[in-house]
């Protein structure tokens, strides 16, 4: 099966950079994904890593390294509007997606 | 711009029931999903299926099935409401390649009283 860790909160603040951990466990690994969800909303796609590497989108960063089963979201020049949960997901075999319990962010001023 | 309706924003049930909720993609996409989304515990796979007709169960397919006899629709079926069903159940879709981004939709919050 596959499991996945994320710290459960980070709090910010605005201006400056976060960084969000993902260690995951699988049987089976096509690549590592991650997604943003405000309040009230649906999750939305940020990212997706393959290979070892940083993987960089304006603001946001992304990193894999797959000898330690691990990555993280990296989200600079923070603003208010980042104030969301953000989730890391494994994508597995037969495209089976296994989210973590995800990462509420809060940004303060 | 790709769609995912779920058929219901809301939902209230009693205990007991057979509870169906529905999904439409119009991207013609190979793989659909159900999640449910409950506070703590992150979104759970519940089952997916990568083509017509072929399902597979996710971590918590218990007390839940699917079914999927069209390319663009996919339902969930709670054979037998209980309480501990209720929760945000999102259906989301997926291209073929691995790096195609799951697309959701908004959501169906079902109470089961």
Known sequence: GQSLEQPSEVTAVEGAIVQINCTYQ????????????????????????????LEETGRFSSFLSRSDSYGYLL??????????????????????????????????? | DVKVTQSSRYLVKRTGEKVFLEC??????ENMFWYRQDPGLGLRLIYFSYDVKMK??????????????????????????????????????????????????????????
């Open chain 2, 24 to 29: 439409v993609q119009d991207m013609d996409h």
């Open chain 1, 26 to 53: 699988t049987s089976g690994f096509y690549g590592l994904s991650w997604y943003q969800q405000h309040d009230g909303g649906a999750p939305t796609f940020l990212s997706y890593n393959a290979l070892d590497g």
């Open chain 2, 56 to 113: 597979e169960k996710g971590d918590i397919p218990e007390g839940y099935s699917v079914s999927r006899e069209k390319k663009e629709r996919f339902s969930l079926i709670l054979e037998s409401a209980s309480t501990n069903q209720t929760s945000m159940y999102l259906c989301a879709s997926k291209g073929s390649s691995y790096n195609s981004p799951l697309h959701f939709g908004n959501g169906t919050r079902l109470t089961v009283t």
């Open chain 1, 75 to 109: 989200l600079q020049e923070l603003q208010m509007k980042d104030s969301a949960s953000y989730f890391c997901a494994v994508i597995g075999g037969y495209q089976k997606v296994t989210f973590g319990i995800g990462t509420k962010l809060q940004v303060i001023p």
